[in-house]
């Protein structure tokens, strides 16, 4: 089981400012923003146990980044690997042919 990547890249506001501008708006300031996470890939894998894991870390994700479910949906489809990802296409195209509405989330 791969571990979840966090990153953290400073933003403009991590640093001193020599003088404030005026009339401008500082806007609060929201850390995880800042935070870059990699959702991890979904790769063929049968075995219910990491299936499972896979979901929470997702769900993590989606939780962190504020992902409506219609965003949170693609990105687990971008995520998709080998037979999930043709899995996927297949349920794409059967809801076409069947004048189904798209899979939103």
Known sequence: MRP??????????????????????????????????????????????????WVQIMKMIFELKEYNDEKALKLAILKYKGYASLWYKHIKKNRAREAKSKIKT
Do not use: T
């Open 4 to 53: 979840i990547r966090i990153k953290y890249f400073p933003s403009h506001e991590d640093f001193d400012e020599e003088e404030e501008r005026p009339g401008r708006i500082r806007h609060p300031r929201d850390d995880l923003k800042d935070l870059k996470v990699e959702a991890l890939k979904f790769e063929d894998n049968l075995n219910l146990e990491n299936y499972l894991h």
